[in-house]
């Protein structure tokens, strides 16, 4: 099932499933693309192939709003947006550790591993190290488990889990950045929650907002507003 939580003429953006690729890898399953093209041609009966524009991507197990383009014109300015980093991308995480302070900011120097699909952080730039932000701002808390908002301002490979793995504060689920014991349906609890910017085509400023997923592990914070 696809849940579109914004569409026009020009964008769509759903709020992906912890099972979804965003594109296809050697796995060989479907990817999210795909199956919203399926879905978009279903809806409008269209004849021929439709256009869509990945604009962004997000790790399989992690949730929340993905944005696709469907044209051309709208893909080109996403893009630039993103490469501009003039659009805003904040994330709930939930983690067992409190952080050591309510809000900071992180900066990390990372290297990722290809051969184990991992990234690893450094206080001090290395060979082969790119520079990580974020910052981080404390929630709230319940029967151990505390929310945290993250808003990365770069965009590197696992750059949430790395960071805040760094800190002490392992995604729950997250067995790759510390976490004890797996969530049963694989997902790990980092969930793109809002994304805000400026619209392509007629300059409105919009945030698309995704509802936290429908399971045990966020059912404590199904109806919190931050």
Not at 24 to 41: H, N, Q, R, S, V
Not at 71 to 82: D, E, I, P
Not at 216 to 221: A, D, L, V
């Amino acid at each position: 099932m696809i849940d579109v939580i914004y569409e026009d003429n020009h964008l769509i953006a759903v709020n992906k499933a912890a099972s979804d690729l965003v594109q296809g890898d050697k796995t060989g399953d479907e990817p999210l693309g795909d199956k919203i093209k399926a879905f978009l041609k279903e809806k409008y009966n269209k004849p021929g192939d439709v256009y869509l524009g990945v604009t962004h991507r997000i790790d399989r197990p992690v949730t929340g709003v993905v944005l696709f383009a469907k044209t051309s014109k709208a893909l080109a300015r996403v893009n630039q947006m993103f490469q501009d980093k003039t659009i805003q991308k904040t994330y709930w995480a939930l983690v067992v550790q409190p952080p050591p302070l309510k809000e900071d900011q992180l900066e990390n120097y990372l290297v990722k591993n290809s051969e184990k699909n991992k990234s690893f952080a450094f206080k001090q730039e290395i060979k082969n190290s790119k520079l990580a932000v974020l910052t981080y701002k404390w929630l709230t808390t319940y029967d151990h488990q505390n929310l945290l908002e993250v808003s990365p301002k770069t965009g590197r490979h696992h750059q949430i889990r790395v960071q805040l793995s760094k800190i002490g504060c392992v995604i729950q689920g997250d067995t790759k950045y510390g976490a004890p014991m797996p969530n049963k349906d694989r997902s790990i609890c980092l969930h793109a929650r809002y994304l805000t910017f400026m619209h392509p085509v007629t300059n409105m400023k919009i945030t698309i907002e995704a509802p936290v997923p429908d399971n045990p592990y966020w059912k404590n914070f199904k109806n919190y507003k931050s």
